[in-house]
């Protein structure tokens, strides 16, 4: 038996409907041959001749007549799905999306994210779980569809884009006995840090107070350990945490400091006494990106997802200075 050609059901339906091979290519928008053949291989599929020549037109047989309903639930269920993959209606759409973000993604991002789609597509949902050594599996499998942050491991099969480049800062508390205040001592320094040379906090001060490393799972090794460790520098590492979250807190209640993504520090900075400081190493920058797999490149309701996240969050790639 032959493979079934999905386009030979476009010419069964419409014989079946006009009883006639000429009306059926007219309507279809192809050659009468080519209906025809189709036509032939169909009959040579079934093993029946579907269609008998009459003065009144292409008769069905007895097993096209039991065959039509079946064919044409699966034109319908085909055009239906055609239908779907063509349009996204974000603001019908009752569509569950399953996203995973680093931590820092999820405090600083996913805030504005939700915010906007709330605006846009009040039906959608989302789904966020911390990126981990399983992600890249999860996102080929399909079981996550768009990851935000860093993560450097992705390989062959993945997407991305960058939304923007990130530097790195110091927090220390506002309360912070040997490292001075500034000037109008608010912990609130957003606008304060205007150069490296300018940073209050010396490279000795840096080494001689107690640190947050934050060790992450699934996104590689910290850039902050790795540029550290090439400067042949040894900080006091006084406490390691699994995750950016509760830093803050952690430094506001203490006198050690930490090193984070700068927007991540001025998130902090906003919501806990904690102020920003440029960092007296040269730490590198690094992108934060959006990164799916080529399953789901082409899918349009992930297309739109990632329109929103680009226009929300990108920008030009340049750093503050």
């Not at 992705?154 to 000037?183: K, M, N, W, Y």
């Amino acid at each position: 038996m032959s493979k079934l050609d999905l386009e030979w059901l476009a010419v069964f339906d419409q014989v079946y409907e006009t009883r006639s091979v000429s009306r059926a290519a007219e309507n279809l928008g192809i050659a009468q041959a080519t209906a025809s053949i189709a036509l032939n291989k169909l009959r040579l599929h079934f093993d029946d001749r579907l269609f008998s020549r009459t003065p009144a037109g292409m008769q069905p047989t007895s097993f096209a007549m039991e065959l039509r309903p079946s064919l044409r639930k699966v034109t319908e269920i085909l055009a239906q799905s055609q239908k779907s993959h063509s349009a996204f209606a974000p603001g019908r759409s009752t569509r569950s999306f399953r996203l995973c973000m680093t931590d820092i993604r999820q405090v600083v991002m996913l805030p504005r994210l939700v915010n906007h789609l709330r605006q846009v597509a009040p039906g959608i949902r989302l789904e966020v779980q911390a990126i981990d050594e399983h992600s890249p599996r999860l996102m080929e499998e399909g079981q996550l569809e768009l990851a935000v942050g860093y993560m450097p491991q992705l390989d062959t099969g993945f997407f991305q884009r960058t939304l923007f480049d990130e530097d790195f800062v110091c927090l220390v508390s506002v309360d912070h006995p040997r490292i001075g205040r500034l000037a109008n001592g608010s912990g609130r320094t957003r606008d304060k840090v205007k150069s490296k040379t300018e940073s209050p906090l010396t490279r000795a001060a840096f080494l001689a107070e107690g640190q947050v490393f934050v060790t992450m799972s699934g996104t590689g090794p910290s850039i902050v350990e790795k540029t550290l460790a090439a400067k042949r520098l040894k900080p006091d590492v006084a406490l390691r945490v699994p995750s950016f979250l509760g830093v803050a807190r952690i430094v506001a209640a203490t006198e050690f400091l930490v090193v984070v993504p700068r927007s991540l520090g001025e998130a902090f900075a906003d919501q806990d006494r904690v102020k920003v400081l440029a960092a007296p190493i040269d730490f590198p920058a690094y992108s934060v990106r959006l990164h799916w797999h080529e399953r789901v490149h082409a899918d349009p309701g992930n297309v739109w997802l990632r329109q929103q996240i680009a226009e929300l969050f990108a920008r030009e790639r340049t750093l503050k200075p």
